[in-house]
């Protein structure tokens, strides 16, 4: 079974401030990763693509380990309007239904 | 362009009773996908259509039917509810299955 393992957290976190989180995945196979965001009783959003160079876009920076299975996420400067929970996702490049959804990181930003 | 609209956003259902859940897409988005999210348990796969007049079994394909007689709409339903269905509904589309899925805003639905 394919799975991508994420810290639940919660991550307390101050405004301001650095934070990281990571997930990893077991298919090896996979070719294609995403992060998304979900708010409370919200849909999940596109956060972002992750491509094997690392990606930034403004305040967040995306990276993959491929030889460790890994994907992580960055936040500078964290904002109030950071808090939600952090989907990461992996795509096998199968079937089509090869996405795989983390159970997500909460995140709370802390004035 | 409204994206993924997902009709109704809650519904209350008494056990043994059916619905149907509408998924529509103004994106021409070949890719359709059904998925439940309980807590705890992230969001599993029910069913998924690659195309008009397609379907497919996921994750959690028991107790749920569904129709793809129009590409932008994927229909869901459930023809005896029971309580453990009770859970939040969301529909996902993408043009390309290495690209990311553009989501409803999600049904959510009560089994009494």
């Known amino acids: 079974r394919k799975e991508v393992e994420q810290d639940p957290g919660p991550f307390n976190v101050p405004e301001g401030a650095t934070v990281a989180f990571n997930c990893t995945y077991s298919?090896?196979?996979?070719?294609?990763f995403f992060w998304y965001r979900q708010d409370c009783r919200k849909e999940p959003k596109l956060l972002m693509s992750v491509y094997s160079s690392g990606n930034e876009d403004g305040r967040f920076t995306a990276q993959l380990n491929r030889a460790s299975q890994y994907i992580s996420l960055l936040i500078r400067d964290s904002k109030l309007s950071d808090s939600a929970t952090y989907l990461c996702?992996?795509?096998?490049?199968?079937?089509?239904?090869?996405?795989?959804f983390g159970k997500g990181t909460h995140l709370i930003i802390q004035p | 362009n409204a994206g993924v609209t997902q009709t109704p956003k809650f519904r209350v259902l008494k056990t043994g009773q059916s619905m149907t859940l509408l998924c529509a897409q103004d994106?021409?988005?070949?890719?359709m996908y059904w998925y439940r999210q309980d807590p705890g348990m992230g969001l599993r796969l029910i069913h998924y259509s690659v195309g008009e007049g397609t379907t497919a079994k996921g994750e959690v394909p028991d107790g749920y039917n569904v129709s793809r007689l129009k590409k932008q709409n994927f229909l869901l339903g459930l023809e005896s509810a029971a309580p453990s269905q009770t859970s939040v509904y969301f529909c996902?589309?993408?043009?390309?299955?290495?690209?990311?899925?553009?989501f409803g805003s999600g049904t959510r639905l009560t089994v009494v």
């Open positions: 994106m021409n988005h070949e890719y």
């Open positions: 996702v992996a795509h096998s490049g199968g079937g089509a239904d090869g996405l795989t």
């Open positions: 996902a589309s993408t043009y390309r299955l290495n690209y990311g899925y553009t």
């Open positions: 298919n090896s196979a996979s070719q294609s």
